[in-house]
């Protein structure tokens, strides 16, 4: 019986999917893992590859690009938890799998996600320069987004669906559905995250999930606002050296909203 069930929503993953499958089932003894590839709106062979990178894997292919409905789809087809939502673009082991959801299976906490390694090597000079800031950022450094990666509980995945039917985006779901007390970030459990290279990735990248959120509220809006500014404050004052970059960082997320909005008007 598996011990996990993994969902795994893939848009147009032919180029990686095959090896981060791979490296997911290092170390990991036959049928542990119950995972579950939910191929959404692809044009390319992200199925196919699937289906020839590990035995045992399921496979599923649905028309809507949209990953909350492969997410969902993927948690309908699944039937064991700890439930552990893994993007198809990021490097997790099976070891790192395992670490991760310990806390779940000792009970005491509903969500966990693993420590983030972004990887940058490829990266422009602004792509590089808006992260040096963005990894200071307390929304980046102690929430469960951004990672790829989150680990939930059966109480915490009913707990994510019903804070999605109020908000309406997934990713924002997997930190504010829960109390500090009641998720964690397992140190010893590593994802490996590859920045986009370019400006226009990295604005595109921005561009999806800001506009995931298209319920929220004005007065949310202002208040998340508000908070932006206060925590690149504080980011400043403990680590000044960043002051140089912060106008990199101001520009970009910017020119994301501005897209973000014009995406929501424009459906």
Not at 67 to 83: D, L, M, Q
Not at 203 to 209: D, F, K, L, Y
Not at 224 to 241: I, M, T, Y
């Amino acid at each position: 019986m598996s011990v996990a069930s993994v969902v795994i929503p893939a848009h147009n993953e032919a180029a990686t999917i095959e090896r981060n499958l791979a490296y997911l089932f290092q170390d990991v003894w036959p049928l542990e893992l119950d995972v579950l590839v939910v191929c959404n709106g692809c044009t390319d062979e992200t199925a196919s590859r699937a289906r020839e990178a590990v035995a045992g894997i399921r496979v599923l292919e649905i028309e809507d690009p949209s990953k909350a409905v492969a997410v969902r789809v993927g948690n309908e087809a699944s039937g064991c938890f700890p439930r552990v939502h893994v993007d198809a673009d990021v490097v997790l082991s099976g070891a790192d799998l395992r670490r991760l959801i310990q806390p779940l299976q000792d009970g005491g906490v509903l969500a966990a996600a693993p420590r983030r390694v972004l990887v940058t090597a490829r990266s422009s000079l602004a792509v590089r320069w808006y992260y040096d800031v963005w990894e200071r950022l307390p929304r980046a450094c102690d929430g469960l987004s951004g990672r790829g990666v989150v680990a939930l509980s059966e109480e915490g995945q009913a707990r994510v669906d019903a804070f999605c039917e109020v908000m309406g985006e997934e990713d924002l779901a997997m930190t504010e559905a829960f109390a500090p007390s009641e998720r964690v970030l397992v140190q010893d459990a590593e994802v490996r995250v590859a920045a986009p290279r370019r400006f226009g990735d990295l604005v595109r990248r921005g561009v999806r999930a800001a506009a995931g959120d298209v319920r929220v509220t004005r007065a949310t809006a202002r208040l998340q606002r508000s908070s932006f500014w206060r925590e690149l404050c504080g980011a400043v004052v403990h680590h000044p050296p960043l002051i140089v970059k912060v106008p990199v960082f101001v520009a970009v997320s910017a020119v994301i909203g501005v897209l973000a909005r014009r995406a929501i008007r424009t459906g």
